[in-house]
């Protein structure tokens, strides 16, 4: 029950966080039967948060287990599916203590439930994928030595991958990969339970890197983003929330591969001619969307502003306080991969006492009727969230119209020659 509706919340949640979310699905999500998902990990929960909340199926997952130290964050955390799991990090003399989480994951399974499972174990906000530990693969080949003879068992990859790990208003990019059989490797179990596991270790590792965007080396993420920049200028602007990925992942994935097996000298000019022009943007406030149309025409927008004012006066309290809970909570370097899901927990926090105090108001001066207040509260902000990137484009575009004519053609002109230097290298 709990989980069913915390659903509904954490969509609303993720409606307000993220810019928008494509969706590319090359297999069908299987309505029954055991299903084991494989996720990427550069967060500390967004991608499982993301998941719960948009796939149909009802999914069980895993945390580490320091996080149910407490006896009401237990109960909670079994009401929404998460199982607790040591990490070899905490100590292996206490790796025993997670033989009740995977005789549980293995009931769940035998169900014909759903689990997902990190094979990463630890989260880092980068864009590749790191080693996969055995205790993935072990706890599915362990499972389907329980499965009636004749089930199956079947691995589900799906990658997300967001344009910034830290970014409010992000985009994220969620791919489906092809579902396999844990079968298929039942009888090296057999023989070598050892190698058996390493088999669908590395097969669950080689189906999840066709799903994410793998950067090799972490000093050439700053030039994949310039790419990327220009990737999505092509692409358009889409306007609604929840999209179907037209090649928008595809477009990155082969973007990215080019930039693996570029010469570094290559790389080191490339960066500094997107460092360069970006540079010069940004001294005159202007994003690279700024030679975009904008999705909003200017008339809807001008009719829309009351909205959108109001909508940005009432949340400016909420937001203000979302920021200060971040600011004291997340500093050190080790909890920047809990940005995502603690924002989203501080909107949470914060929206509770809002409410209540827009309830109380209306009550006062409003009767019955007054209890609206807080959800027309809620939906002007969400309205001044979703408009917030056709106000700034609208904002940057009379920053252009103020520029001299010099100023414009030499940053238009710059801009071509950049483009025209990626191409070389780059298919965009």
């Known amino acids: 029950m709990i989980y069913t509706v915390l659903r509904q919340f954490v969509r609303l949640l993720l409606f307000g966080f993220f810019r928008r979310m ?20 550069s967060t500390a929960f967004t991608e499982m948060l993301i998941l719960g909340a948009f796939l149909p199926r009802s999914i069980y997952y895993w945390a580490r287990a320091s996080v149910f130290s407490n006896p009401w964050a237990r109960w909670f955390y079994r009401q929404i599916h998460i199982l607790p799991i040591m990490r070899a990090e905490e100590g292996l003399r206490k790796l025993d203590q997670n033989v009740p989480t995977i005789q549980q994951s293995q009931a769940y399974l035998k169900e014909g439930l759903a689990l997902l499972i990190a094979p990463e174990g630890n989260c880092v906000m980068e864009k590749r994928l790191r080693h996969f530990r055995t ?32 970014n409010w208003r992000a985009e994220v990019k969620i791919s489906i990969g092809e579902r396999f059989s844990v079968r298929d490797f039942e009888e090296d179990y057999e023989k070598d339970p050892q190698r058996g596991a390493k088999l669908l270790t590395y097969a669950m590792r080689e189906a999840l890197a066709k799903e994410v965007i793998w950067i090799e080396r972490e000093e050439d993420e700053e030039l994949a983003e310039y790419l990327y920049s220009f990737a999505r200028q092509g692409q358009g602007q889409a306007s609604g929330f929840l999209q179907a990925d037209a ?21 080191a000019q490339h960066l500094a001619a ?48 979302i920021r200060a809970l ?38 006062i001066y409003f009767g019955g009727l007054g209890l609206l207040l807080p959800v027309l509260v809620l939906c002007l902000s969400l309205f001044y969230v979703r408009m917030r990137d056709a106000a700034l484009l609208f904002l940057a575009k009379l920053r252009w119209m103020k520029l001299g004519a010099s100023q414009k053609e030499s940053l238009q002109e710059r801009g071509k020659s950049l483009l025209q230097a990626l191409r070389q290298d780059f298919d965009f």
């Open 274 to 321: 997107c460092r360069d022009y970006f540079g010069a943007l940004a001294e005159h406030k202007l994003p690279l969307a700024i030679f975009q149309q904008n999705p909003i025409s200017p008339v809807l927008f001008i009719l829309f502003l009351p909205l959108y004012l109001a909508g940005w006066l009432l949340s400016w309290p909420l937001f203000t306080a």
């Open 326 to 363: 971040r600011a004291h909570f997340i500093r050190s370097p080790k909890s920047q991969h809990f940005w995502g899901p603690m924002a989203m927990a501080f909107a949470l926090v914060c929206w509770l006492p809002y409410s209540l105090i827009w309830s109380v108001l209306g009550l």
């Open 135 to 166: 205790g993935t693969a072990r706890l599915a080949l362990s499972t389907l030595e329980q499965l009636p003879a004749g089930q199956d068992l079947q691995v589900l990859p799906i990658g997300v991958n967001f344009s910034h790990h830290k």
């Open 22 to 41: 494509y969706w590319r699905q090359k297999q069908s999500l299987p309505k029954n039967g055991p299903l084991l998902i494989i996720v990427n990990h």
């Open 247 to 267: 090649g928008a992942l595809g477009e990155d994935q082969r973007l990215t591969e080019q930039l693996n097996a570029l010469e570094e000298e290559k790389k």
